[in-house]
């Protein structure tokens, strides 16, 4: 059977915009953030999530984030509430960023 890819594998690059994967800070989505990481500590969590908007409003930049939030509090009981700033220089941001 042959599938037809309907989305990019990977995010859009804009011209002087750092890539989502190298961006430490999440600016503008406290509310959606913030409401993810206390889904994900309380278990309710949707094992699906979809991020829309125009481009450059920083969908890929709030699934790196979360990736790396759930990466680093693997038990989800003990994560806290909110998204923490992340290292870059850490090898599980490094890791998620390739």
Do not use: C, W
């Amino acid at each position: 059977m042959i599938f037809e890819r309907i989305a990019p594998e990977q995010h859009d690059t804009l011209d002087g915009v750092p890539e989502p994967s190298e961006t430490p800070r999440l600016v503008g989505h406290d509310q959606a953030a913030n409401m993810l990481a206390s889904a994900y500590r309380s278990g309710k969590l949707p094992h699906a999530l979809i991020f829309v908007g125009p481009v450059g409003i920083g969908k890929a930049t709030l699934a790196f984030h979360l990736a790396n939030h759930l990466l680093n509090h693997p038990a989800y009981e003990q994560a806290p509430e909110v998204l923490a700033v992340h290292d870059p220089a850490s090898s599980l941001f490094r890791q998620i960023a390739t």
